[in-house]
């Protein structure tokens, strides 16, 4: 009994061996969302050269993409790492504008948060410098929500393993062995 366990785990172990690598899927969010904020500031720096027009302090993605930046400027498709990932233009004057997520804030921001998505760790970044616009505000403040978030046993395991996997692995078997240790012992 005790050599099929053994066989079992060994032969778990060998399949799984090639997968153990750790993977921060957080800041593989994080790095997907940064281009995407990137991209956006950066189009809307090129129509600002091109054009005499002003800009919304408050608008979103949609919403400039079909009445004010035309769609040439955007060098490729926006495409949102997470379906929280929801972008927005804030800006003060033509000179002072950034593109905003609400998981993830502005690029440039002085104020940096963390919080659990999920099973993924994210950061996100915010600035007072728009602070007068209620808009901007009111998602900041949905954001900071984030920080509360309690991840279920499931997220919390998969965080675990997606960072640590070989400790994570080696801890559920050793989890297994105890418990076939107490199963043994009192049957
Ligand atoms: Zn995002």
């Not at 233009?89 to 690029?107: I, P």
């Not at 007068?132 to 505000?137: G, L, S």
Request: aromatic content about 12%; some cysteine; hydrophobic content about 35%.
């Amino acid at each position: 009994m005790k050599k099929t366990v053994l066989l079992l785990l060994w032969v778990f172990m060998c399949l799984n061996a090639p997968n153990l690598h750790a993977e921060d899927t957080g800041k593989l969010i994080n790095n997907k969302c940064r281009a995407n904020l990137k991209m956006l500031n950066e189009a809307t720096a090129k129509f600002l050269a091109e054009n005499d027009s002003g800009l919304p302090s408050w608008a979103n993605h949609q919403t400039v993409t079909m009445s004010l930046i035309d769609r040439k400027y955007f060098a490729e498709q926006l495409v949102p790492p997470t379906r929280d990932c929801k972008y927005y233009l804030v800006s003060v004057s033509r000179d002072d504008y950034q593109w905003y997520c609400d998981l993830h804030g502005v690029l440039e921001g002085e104020k940096t948060v963390t919080f659990m998505y999920h099973e993924h760790r994210l950061m996100g970044k915010t600035t007072s410098r728009y602070g007068n616009i209620e808009k901007y505000r009111d998602h900041v403040k949905d954001m900071l929500r984030w920080t509360e978030y309690n991840p279920t046993p499931v997220e919390k395991l998969k965080y675990q393993y997606n960072m640590n996997p070989l400790t994570t692995v080696l801890l559920a078997i050793g989890g297994a062995f105890l418990l076939i240790f107490v199963y043994r012992n009192i049957t």
